[in-house]
C-alpha cells in the first residue's frame, strides 16, 4: 500500500488483452453516489487541528460525502476529543510519516513513501478514494502525483488552476507555479483544460480563453506566445486572443493561460496589493470618530467585498492535467478553506472534468499533428541551411 507502483515486466509476466472500454454508465460517477476524499491530515502550517475540523465541518454540511484523514492517527485521534462525534463522521487510514514544508520535491519522492502524501494519492490511484487533497507540501505533492497517477492521455504538462474574483465574477488562471518554462503546446493545452474547468466548475457557459501577454495585439509577445495563440485560434475552444495584465481582474476572460513563472509572479503581486489595501483601509475606518461611523454604515458591502477576496471561499487549486483528481490548499489553511477545498472536490468528481478534457483533446487533436509537424519541417529547414542545402530566399515546399 506505501510503495510506489512498479512497471511490470511484459516478458516475465504476460498481461492479458485489455478489456473493452466501460459504458458511459461505468465510467462517469453518478450524481447519487457518495464521492471519498481522502485528506491530507498532516499536510499545512495548522495541521492536524485544521484539517480535522474543516473535515468535520464538510461532513456536517456536506452531503454524498466519505471523507478518509489521511495521517498520524494518534494526532489525529487527539483532535476528534474537540470535535464530539467526529469518530462516527470521520474515518482514519494512519501514516508513519509527513512531508516537511520545506523538503525538496526529489526528497519527498524518494524517501517519504510512507507518508500521508504517498498514501492519500495511493488510495487515487488504487480506487479507494475519488479525490486527494492536501495543503501541504506542494511540490512533493505534484511531484508524487506525477509519476504516481500519471497525466492524462495527450497532456504533456499538468497545471495548478487557481480561480479569481473579477469584476464580473469569476475566472480561473493557469499555470500558477507547476512549470517555471513552458512550450507553445503546454499553453494550448492549459487552455483546453482551463475551459473545460471553467465550464462545468465555475458554471460558465462558453468560456472566453485569454493568453496573458504584454499586448492585446497578435503581434505581440515571445516566440512561445505568439505560437500558442495561432494554435489557441485553430481550436475548438473560444478563444478570445492576448490579454494584458491590466486586464486581468476586469473580466476581460475567464480563463487566464500563462507560464506558471509568469502566474506564480501575478498571483504573488496580487496577493500583495490585496493585503496593503486591507491594512490601508482599516487605518482608516479606525483613525478617528467619522472613519468608524463610515464603517458601520458600509460593513455591508465592506463584508461583501472581503468575502469576494477571500481564498479560503475556495480552499483549494485543482492539479489539472493529472490523470485523477488532485487538489492543493495555501499552506495556511484555516477550517473554512479545508471544507471549500472538500466541496470544490466533490463539485470535479461529480461532473467528470478530466472525462471533458479528454473529449476536448479529440476534438482538437489535429491541431497538435499539424504543430508537431510544423515544428520537424522548421527544424529540417534550419538544418538544410546550415549545410548549404536550402536556398535563403525561397521558402521550402510542403
Not at 138 to 160: F, K, P, S
Not at 254 to 263: A, E, H, K, N, Q
Not at 350 to 366: G, K, M, P, T
Amino acid at each position: 500500500m506505501n510503495e510506489l507502483p512498479e512497471t511490470p515486466d511484459d516478458t516475465q509476466n504476460p498481461q492479458p488483452a485489455p478489456a473493452a472500454p466501460p459504458s458511459d454508465e461505468t465510467q462517469h460517477k453518478d450524481k447519487d453516489d457518495r464521492v471519498t476524499i481522502a485528506l491530507d491530515a498532516m499536510g499545512g502550517d495548522n495541521a492536524p487541528s485544521a484539517i480535522v475540523e474543516g473535515a468535520c465541518q464538510a461532513a456536517d454540511s456536506i452531503d454524498g460525502l466519505k471523507i478518509i484523514l489521511v495521517g498520524d492517527e494518534n494526532a489525529i485521534l487527539s483532535e476528534f476529543e474537540k470535535h464530539p462525534g467526529a469518530e462516527d463522521k470521520l474515518i482514519i487510514k494512519h501514516a508513519q510519516d509527513a512531508v516537511p514544508m520545506d523538503e525538496s520535491p526529489s526528497v519527498a519522492l524518494r524517501k517519504r513513501r510512507k507518508s500521508s502524501i504517498h498514501i492519500g494519492l495511493k488510495m487515487v490511484d488504487d480506487a479507494e478514494a475519488d479525490t486527494f487533497i492536501s495543503a501541504g507540501n506542494t511540490g512533493a505533492v505534484m511531484a508524487v502525483a506525477t509519476v504516481m497517477l500519471r497525466n492524462i492521455e495527450g497532456i504533456d504538462r499538468a497545471a495548478i488552476a487557481v480561480p479569481l474574483p473579477t469584476q464580473k465574477g469569476n475566472a480561473v488562471l493557469l499555470d500558477a507555479g507547476a512549470n517555471i518554462v513552458c512550450k507553445a503546446i503546454h499553453l494550448y493545452q492549459f487552455g483546453i483544460m482551463g475551459s473545460m474547468y471553467a465550464q462545468y466548475i465555475l458554471d460558465t457557459q462558453k468560456p472566453r480563453i485569454g493568453l496573458l501577454s504584454i499586448g492585446e495585439e497578435d503581434s505581440k509577445g515571445n516566440v512561445v506566445t505568439k505560437e500558442a495563440l495561432e494554435m489557441l485560434t485553430q481550436s475548438s475552444v473560444n478563444f478570445i486572443g492576448n490579454i494584458e495584465g491590466k486586464l486581468l481582474y476586469k473580466g476581460a476572460a475567464d480563463v487566464i493561460v500563462c507560464d506558471g513563472f509568469t502566474g506564480n509572479i501575478a498571483l504573488k503581486i496580487s496577493e500583495s496589493l490585496a493585503e496593503m489595501i486591507g491594512v490601508e483601509l482599516k487605518g482608516i475606518f479606525s483613525q478617528n470618530w467619522r472613519g468608524k461611523l463610515s464603517y458601520a454604515l458600509l460593513r455591508p458591502s465592506m463584508e461583501k467585498f472581503k468575502k469576494k477576496l477571500d481564498h479560503s471561499e475556495v480552499g483549494g487549486a485543482p492539479l489539472l492535467g493529472i490523470d485523477g483528481a488532485v487538489f492543493i490548499s495555501h499552506g495556511s489553511s484555516t477550517p473554512k478553506s479545508i471544507r471549500s477545498a472538500i466541496s470544490g472536490a466533490k463539485k470535479f468528481i461529480v461532473e467528470n472534468v478530466n472525462d471533458h478534457i479528454r473529449e476536448s483533446l479529440a476534438q482538437n487533436q489535429d491541431i497538435v499533428g499539424i504543430s508537431k509537424k510544423e515544428m520537424r519541417k522548421g527544424i529540417w529547414s534550419q538544418m538544410k541551411r546550415k549545410i548549404g542545402l536550402g536556398h535563403p530566399d525561397k521558402p521550402e515546399e510542403a
